[in-house]
Nanobody
Framework: QGQLVESGGGLVQPGGSLRLSCAASESTWRIVAMGWFRQATGKNRELVATIRSDGTTTYADSLKGRFTISGDNANTVYLQMNSLKPEDTAVYYC?????????????WGQGTQVTVSS
């Protein structure tokens, strides 16, 4: 399995912005999708956004217009978060779904804390 290195979390005031990054280590497995989930205290983990190898993206309906996911050719994915709200406070987990032949698995990052508070 590979490694995912996350960065960019922290404390921000309501209305502010943060940019999360997630870099996947080199692997013989091909990445087919990368993205972010988040988990707030006492709540289930929920999908934030996904970007696939063909460039298509998916967002949680509640986050459309405020969050933008993007990627580069170096197996790195970014999550630009604007107009942050206190309810966006959560641990954000990066993931990468990889495939080789007929096999597939998902790597997870260790999570980065995002706190939106005044």
């Amino acid at each position: 399995q590979g490694q995912l290195v996350e960065s960019g979390g922290g404390l921000v005031q309501p209305g502010g912005s943060l940019r999360l990054s997630c870099a996947a280590s080199e692997s013989t497995w091909r990445i087919v999708a990368m993205g972010w989930f988040r988990q707030a205290t006492g709540k289930n983990r929920e999908l934030v956004a996904t970007i696939r190898s063909d460039g298509t993206t998916t967002y949680a309906d509640s986050l459309k217009g405020r969050f933008t996911i993007s990627g580069d050719n170096a197996n790195t994915v970014y999550l630009q978060m604007n107009s942050l709200k206190p309810e966006d406070t959560a641990v954000y987990y990066c993931y990468a779904t990889k495939t080789m032949s007929t096999s597939q698995y998902t790597d997870w990052g260790q999570g980065t804390q995002v706190t939106v508070s005044s």
